[in-house]
């Protein structure tokens, strides 16, 4: 007998807002039998392929201190960096730069509402660079 991840849960403040948010990131979609609306307090979005889903559920207590699971992402298309500028145009925080001068490395960023999460290099930078 095994498990599987059924979603990833995110405790929040705003379940509503903080979905939408990740749902203009992610490009997830709601289940349109059971929308997310404003006053939710638990909101679901999900991946095209319906593999991985997000719950954002609502909780009186505000973050403290750094997560202790967070996502990483890695960009679909383009590069790490022009990622990175789309992120922080949705309102993204860069919370530390551990760019590497050859490439490597990663941008620790956090969501409105302060949970971390990372950007990585694509795929195609990763390729480009092993060539």
Avoid at 45 to 72: T, Y
Wanted: with cysteine; aromatic share 6%.
């Amino acid at each position: 007998m095994t498990s599987y991840v059924s979603h990833t849960t995110v405790d929040c403040a705003d379940a509503y807002a903080l979905s939408r948010w990740w749902q203009a990131i992610l490009d997830y979609t709601e289940d349109p039998d059971d929308p997310n609306e404003p006053g939710h307090e638990e909101c679901m979005i999900s991946s095209a392929d319906g593999r991985h889903r997000l719950l954002f559920v609502e909780v009186p207590e505000s973050k403290q201190v750094k997560n202790r699971v967070h996502l990483d992402l890695r960009p679909t298309q383009g590069t790490r960096d022009a990622e990175l500028a789309r992120l922080t145009g949705l309102g993204a925080a860069v919370v530390a730069d551990h760019r590497n001068p050859d490439g490597t490395g990663w941008v620790l960023l956090a969501d409105p509402e302060g949970n971390e999460f990372c950007i990585l290099r694509s795929e195609a930078e990763v390729a480009a660079q092993r060539s």
